[in-house]
């Protein structure tokens, strides 16, 4: 079935060390010139006439090309040439990952030599740049997701591409699904308006009322792309009923693999080492370190730096540049700026760098071998973020990561009879995640079946009982599991988890919708406070003007409120808004508060705020009544309390599980009676973070449809 496309016409890579187009100070047309060759020496750059003849052809098509020969970026662009984005028409390409939608955006934009926002832009939860005259849009598979409950047919689209499918992330998973769906009701209203068709034919389409047209919307074929790395095309392949697979040649240099002797007791330290180790003895090329987390990548930043200073004067050339999703985005620009002169560049990234971003010049791959993941216990029915070990295809993946512009080499922090224990693949995230999410929005979409639903491969009965039976808790379903109104409705329409989204409607009702508001946008970001190895003491000292004794969310919400009385003042004193930021990130260093991550929730904050408002919930702040606050905390985190035990674990009230308090929590000398928390991570111990103390008999009182039955 698959077939291969033709190499470059020479057959040889024509690959240039060349990576100055990041360079942002280089003249203007010089740049553009030095883009359009790298455009031109792209392994897709040969193959434009055929891929486009190939979509002509088949409504479903599936692509599959190593990481970096240009499926992203130049694919979009093709098709736009091609005439796909005639009357107004627009090209969706779907990323699992934001980082990808933004830097891909940007770039594209570039290449197009357009405004991003304008022919290119991108949209993801909490920031769209597009516009009317958008035509190019890349967007999260959730976004897409979203975007179907507005417009079930997806009619603005010609071309729905969905990259990185070979991740299987839970969106990528449905949205297969329901473009599936999309496709055949389209064309069944095209052809309605040409030679009509029977009812059987209509009723095969799924019974959804939502895939009906708006009266008088002109409907045009839908397109599809699915765009995998991994070589493996057969899944997709067969879930599409044999859809066309088109292969596109890349080129690999070798890359020299090294594992160690022995067990890496700590895989951070490890990864120090060998950066200072390819840094002082190997030859130039930039290095690519995979990490875990935000805050791991922020330690070990902060670890080089301190480091460097203790090398030669002359030695002191290392340029460190961190990636992670919550990156602010005028930030995330920077991995793809080559370093000074004389520098070395070290990246480093989570698992985004793995294929979803490929960044220019790396010569070195350091690859402790882990990653974190969403793991789920179908028994508890609980879902908990656990660093794991990474799967073979992902290992090789990495290291492929060194080899893309000449010979590289990659150093894997484990030993190699590990290797050969890691799965071949990663295992596809619908079958390791809570499901709430995802059903409450296919409830919205009109699949009511959830069972039924055409899914490539189907969670288990009991993960999707379990999280049913959440959403009726929640009271976003009716008792036939029907999506309820207005409560449900209002859920799907939030972009959070549906428990966040319930708690802003509890908060409405107990009049502290302003406080939940806050909870929700610093409890949506990684790492608020950082604490120096250096300066724990004067870290713990800051802190202690915001801890409440009553818990992390009360907290946190001090923290936001004293964020925003320093930015009020400073703009009162007459500060314009960039001098006033500076002042914020001042009062963020000395308070130990990490302004990355306040920033990023100031953004969330407005846009929930948006959207509660849009919603006509009622916004109103309880002040300094935070009993009234606590309340509404327990009514809407009913589902993750739990009960202090002899030992001072403690009892998780739904599952049974025996959990700790985590260190980092203002609850973790304390201990109190009762508690309700919102994250459960799994390390040697099953921590619960982000916690508040409550009275055990507002449980009762507060969520009668689950503790009075049990009781
Ligand atoms: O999607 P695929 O992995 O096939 O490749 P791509 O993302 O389209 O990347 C093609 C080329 O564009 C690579 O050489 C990247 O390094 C480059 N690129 C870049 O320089 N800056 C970006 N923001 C994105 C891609
Ligand atoms: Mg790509």
Redesign the pocket.
């Known amino acids: 079935m698959a077939t291969e496309v033709p190499k470059n016409s020479e057959g040889t890579p024509k690959w240039k060390n060349n990576?100055s187009?990041?360079n942002g100070n280089l003249p203007q047309n010089m740049r553009r010139q030095i883009i359009s060759q790298?455009r031109k020496s792209?392994p897709?750059a040969s193959v434009e006439k055929r891929l486009l003849e190939e979509v002509r052809k088949h409504d479903i098509l599936i692509i599959v090309?190593?990481?970096?020969?240009?499926?992203?970026?130049?694919l979009p662009q093709f098709l736009c040439n091609g005439g796909f984005c005639r009357d107004g028409k627009v090209i969706g390409i779907t990323q699992p990952r934001r980082v990808a939608a933004v830097?891909?955006a940007?770039?594209v934009a570039e290449e197009c030599d357009v405004e991003l926002g304008q022919k290119v832009g991108y949209s993801i939860r909490f920031d769209d740049t597009t516009s009317a005259s958008t035509r190019i849009k890349y967007l999260t598979d959730g976004l897409l997701l979203r975007e179907a409950l507005l417009d079930p047919l997806l009619s603005r689209y010609s071309v729905v591409v969905v990259?990185e499918a070979h991740e299987r992330t839970v969106h990528t998973d449905v949205l297969l699904g329901l473009l599936k769906d999309v496709q055949k009701a389209r064309s069944l209203e095209r052809r309605k308006d040409t030679n009509g068709v029977t009812l059987k034919e209509e009723n095969n389409v799924q019974n959804r009322v939502s895939l009906k047209p708006c009266e008088g919307s002109k409907i045009s074929p839908l397109k599809l792309i699915i765009?995998s790395?991994s070589l493996d095309a057969r899944g997709f392949s067969e879930y599409f009923g044999g859809a066309r697979a088109v292969h596109i040649q890349g080129r690999q240099y070798p890359v020299d693999i090294l594992y160690t002797h022995n067990a890496e007791p700590d895989y951070v330290d490890a990864a120090l080492i060998t950066i200072f180790q390819i840094h002082m003895s190997e030859g130039p090329g930039d290095i690519l370190v995979f990490l875990t987390g935000q805050e791991e990548i922020e330690s070990v930043e902060k670890l080089i730096q301190e480091r460097v200073q203790k090398l030669p004067k002359t030695s002191q050339t290392l340029k460190v540049v961190p990636i992670f999703s919550s990156l602010p985005s005028e930030k995330q620009?920077l991995v793809?700026q080559t370093a000074p002169p004389g520098f070395q560049k070290v990246i480093l990234a989570t698992n985004i760098a793995e294929?979803s971003?490929?960044?220019?010049g790396i010569k070195y791959v350091i690859d402790p071998g882990l990653v974190k993941a969403r793991s789920y216990n179908h028994r508890t029915g609980m879902e908990s973020l656990i660093i794991t070990p990474i799967s073979k295809a992902q290992a090789l993946q990495r290291s492929g990561r060194a080899g893309?512009e000449g010979p590289g080499k990659c150093f894997r922090l484990y030993q190699e009879s590990e290797f050969a224990k890691l799965a071949d693949s990663t295992t596809p995230e619908i079958k390791r995640c809570n499901l709430s999410n995802v059903i409450l929005q296919l409830k919205a979409l009109g699949v009511d079946d959830i069972m039924g639903f055409d899914f490539m491969e189907k969670p288990s009965r009991t993960a999707i009982a379990n999280s049913l039976e959440q959403l009726l808790l929640l009271g976003a379903l009716t008792d036939d599991y029907k999506l309820s109104d207005p409560v449900g409705s209002q859920m799907a329409r939030l972009p959070l988890d549906p428990i966040y989204s319930k708690a802003l409607i509890v908060a409405s009702e107990f009049r502290c919708l302003e406080e939940m508001l806050i909870a929700v946008s610093m409890l949506s970001v990684e790492s608020m406070f950082y604490t120096p190895r250096d300066k724990m003491q004067e870290a713990r000292d800051a802190r202690k003007c915001f801890t409440s004794v009553d818990g992390d969310h009360l907290t946190l919400v001090s923290v936001y409120r004293a964020s925003a009385e320093c930015l009020e003042k400073s703009r009162l004193a007459g500060s314009k808004e960039k001098k006033a930021e500076k002042t914020l990130n001042k009062w963020c260093r000395d308070n130990f508060i990490n302004s990355r991550s306040l920033k990023h929730a100031r953004d969330i904050h407005s846009q929930i705020r948006g959207h509660v408002e849009q919603m006509g919930l009622h916004i109103s702040s309880c002040g300094d009544d935070m009993l009234q606050f606590r309340r509404c905390l327990a009514a809407s985190f009913f589902l993750n309390a739990a009960l202090k035990q002899h030992d001072g674990s403690y009892r998780a009230l739904a599952s049974s599980q025996t959990v700790q308090i985590h260190p980092s929590s203002v609850l973790f000398r304390a201990k109190p009676e009762c508690i309700v928390y919102n994250e459960l991570i799994r390390t040697n111990h099953n921590y619960i973070r982000n916690i508040t103390r409550i009275d055990p008999l507002w449980l009762p009182e507060l969520a009668p449809q689950y503790y009075a039955s049990q009781n």
Do not use: N, Y
């Not at 971003?357 to 220019?360: G, R």
């Open positions: 990576h187009h990041s790298q792209l897709i090309g190593e990481t970096g020969s240009g499926k992203t970026t130049q830097t891909v940007k770039r990259d765009m790395a620009m793809f294929t971003v490929t960044i220019p893309r």
